[in-house]
C-alpha cells in the first residue's frame, strides 16, 4: 500500500524593513508543519523581485518601508501576480489603512501589536479563499452601507450573475472562505474559483477584496430588506 503523499507548505515572503521583526516572525512561522517562509526582504524592489523568483502563496506587507509605502507594494505585487495573496502586517493603526490596503488588493490587515498567532491565522484565513480583519472594521463598513453610504456601488447582481453565481456571490458576502463554500454547496474549490473568477469580470471588480468587500455590502442591503 502506497503511503499518502505529503501536502508541500504554503510559501510565505516576509517584507518589513525592522530586521528584528522579521526574525521574529520567521521563526513563529517556520514552526508551523504547514506553513513555510521562502524569503525575506526590507524594499519594494526587493520583493517584487523575490515574488517573481520564489513564487509565495503569500506576502506579508508593512505599511511602513524605507524605500516606499506598503500600499503602493500591494498593489504592485496584485498587478504582477493576481493570484498572489497579500496580507498587511503593520503598526500603524488599522482603521487608518484598512480599507486603503483593501481597495489596493490586501485580504487582509493585522497589527503588530497582535499575538504572533494572529498572523497564522490570519495567512491561513487568506490561503482559504477569506479575508482577515478585525470584527471592529467589518462592522464599520458595514454601518457604512446601512447609512446609505457607498450606496451606488450596492446593487444586485441578480441581473448580471447567474443563479449558481448568484449563489457563490452571497455566501462570499456571508464571510465563508472558499473551501467552505465548496463544501456548502457540494462543489470542488477550482470550480468555485471559477465562478469567483466570472462574478469578478461580469461586475468589473479588479480583485478578490474588491469582491468581498461588494459581497458584503450586497448582503448586508439585502438582509435590510427582510
Not at 27 to 36: G, I, K, P, T, V
Not at 49 to 71: C, F, H, M, W, Y
Request: glycine share 8%.
Amino acid at each position: 500500500m502506497n503511503a499518502p503523499l505529503e501536502t508541500e507548505p504554503f510559501r510565505i515572503l516576509i517584507v518589513d524593513d525592522h530586521p528584528l521583526f522579521r526574525e521574529g516572525i520567521r521563526q513563529y512561522l517556520d514552526r508551523q508543519a504547514d506553513l513555510q517562509v521562502c524569503g525575506e526582504c526590507a524594499t519594494s524592489e526587493e520583493a517584487l523581485q523575490l515574488a517573481a523568483e520564489r513564487k509565495p502563496d503569500v506576502v506579508t506587507v508593512d505599511i511602513s518601508l524605507g524605500n516606499g509605502n506598503g500600499i503602493h507594494l500591494v498593489k504592485a505585487l496584485r498587478t504582477a501576480h493576481p493570484d498572489l495573496m497579500v496580507l498587511v502586517v503593520s503598526m500603524h493603526d488599522e482603521s487608518l489603512y484598512a480599507e486603503r490596503s483593501m481597495r489596493a488588493g490586501a485580504m487582509g490587515y493585522v497589527m503588530k501589536h497582535d499575538p504572533p498567532r494572529t498572523v497564522v491565522d490570519a495567512i491561513r484565513e487568506v490561503l482559504g479563499g477569506g479575508m482577515h480583519f478585525s470584527q471592529e472594521r467589518v462592522s464599520s463598513w458595514s454601518l457604512r452601507v446601512e447609512q446609505g453610504e457607498d450606496a451606488a456601488e450596492v446593487t444586485a447582481p441578480t441581473g448580471l450573475l447567474s443563479e449558481r453565481e448568484t449563489e457563490v456571490f452571497r455566501w462570499i458576502g456571508s464571510g465563508l472562505p472558499t473551501r467552505e463554500i465548496a463544501a456548502v454547496m457540494e462543489l470542488t474549490i477550482p470550480t468555485i474559483n471559477s465562478f469567483r473568477a466570472r462574478i469578478k469580470d461580469k461586475l468589473q471588480l479588479r480583485n478578490g477584496a474588491e469582491l468581498a468587500l461588494r459581497a458584503m455590502q450586497w448582503v448586508q442591503e439585502e438582509n435590510r430588506g427582510k
